[in-house]
């Protein structure tokens, strides 16, 4: 055997460490065990119109999420059980428009749409136009695993969800104040009638003040499992004013959710006419399976191609996204000055975030 003189040694033993050092500063870092991201929706949320107390709920329903979704994941559980659980929570907050808090039509209803797909199997079930069915997001689950469908709509999908013992609310069980003058100075604006105020709605407040004037504050969530499956889901009450049985993107497989295991999930939130054209959530996998772009690259790409756009009015479009790669690492992108969101994965800090300049 050739024995090394002792400086020799030292000398090998340096390089060596050198070596193993350059190997894991190019090494891909290993995939967390589990990663969650959710965002609650993307709009003109801007520093000078959020006061400290509207900016920490906000925070903290956030934090929230991620602990929910964390501790399902943590234990073990499944990519859609925390994707389920998380959104079922959020639609069950009055800060977000989605279930209890959602943005109400012309006619003064609220019609809540949802979405969720497995990335396992590619299945994927969503609901929209629902009037009173708690969890939209557990409405559009059940599609999805115990319906030969993808996708229902409003008396008939409202009809599905009973016979599948989801729990029912009176429609005036998602009235919020902060939502209904919202409505009224859409309405005004746009020259069209106030209808009555819902039957079983609380008495008028004083008008109450919230920075998101733009209707936005749809909830998503993408998780990835200790088993590597990704689920995607999205819950909306839609667009403020909304006339004509309206869809937004929320509800359509590829626009607003997407999901394939080994390659991403992506959940949206933005003027969804835009999304729905530009098949925002589908492109976003698509450019990360087939031109090898990282999930931030994708969702860049695609957020720029919405913002090319525009509509009839001349209007461009809006939003953002929330990305997992399929390897469970973490990517966003908007266009507007704020959207509400959040990371976390296995052994790491959670991230929460709410400024386009954030950091
Ligand atoms: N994308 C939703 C829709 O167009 C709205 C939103 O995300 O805020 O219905």
Not at 55 to 68: K, P, S
Not at 116 to 134: C, F, H, N, P, Y
Not at 284 to 306: K, L, P, T, Y
Request: aromatic share 6%.
């Amino acid at each position: 055997m050739f024995i090394l003189p002792a400086r020799g040694g030292a000398w090998l033993a340096a390089l060596l460490a050198a070596f193993a050092l350059a190997a894991c500063a190019t090494a891909p870092e290993p995939a967390p065990r589990w990663s969650i991201i959710v965002h609650g929706g993307a709009g003109v949320i801007e520093r000078a119109n959020l006061t400290p107390e509207v900016e920490a709920q906000y925070r903290a329903a956030m934090q929230r999420a991620l602990h929910t979704g964390g501790a399902i994941l943590e234990r073990g559980g499944s990519s859609l059980d925390a994707v389920e659980g998380v959104i079922q929570e959020m639609e069950d907050d009055p800060l977000f428009n989605a279930g209890r808090g959602a943005v109400f039509t012309a006619e003064g209803h609220n019609e809540l749409d949802a979405s969720i797909m497995d990335g396992r199997t590619r299945a994927a079930g969503s609901v929209a136009g629902l009037t009173r069915t708690r969890h939209p997001i557990s409405a559009a689950r059940a599609v999805m695993e115990r319906s030969p469908h993808v996708m229902l709509i409003g008396e008939g999908a409202e009809a599905f969800a009973r016979t599948q013992n989801l729990e029912e609310v009176d429609p005036s069980f998602f009235f919020t104040e902060r939502r209904w003058q919202q409505l009224e100075q859409n309405l005004q604006r746009n020259n069209l009638p106030i209808p009555q105020r819902p039957l079983g709605a609380p008495r008028r407040e004083a008008r109450v003040a919230w920075p998101d004037d733009h209707q936005f504050g749809t909830v998503g969530v993408v998780a990835r499992d200790t088993h590597g499956d990704i689920a995607a889901g999205t819950s909306t009450g839609g667009a403020t004013g909304k006339r004509w049985g309206r869809v937004g993107d929320a509800p359509i497989i590829g626009a607003g959710t997407y999901a394939r295991n080994g390659v991403c999930g992506v959940s949206a939130t933005g003027t969804g006419e835009f999304f729905i054209r530009v098949g925002v959530a589908r492109d976003i996998c698509a450019r990360m399976e087939f031109n090898g772009e990282s999930a931030q690259e994708a969702a860049d790409h695609v957020i720029a191609e919405v913002g090319a756009l525009t509509n009839a009015r001349g209007e461009a479009g809006d939003g953002g996204v929330i990305v997992l790669d399929g390897e469970g690492r973490a990517a966003w992108a908007m266009n507007t000055p704020g959207m509400y969101r959040a990371w976390a994965s296995a052994g790491e800090e959670p991230v929460v975030q709410i400024f386009a300049d954030e950091e």
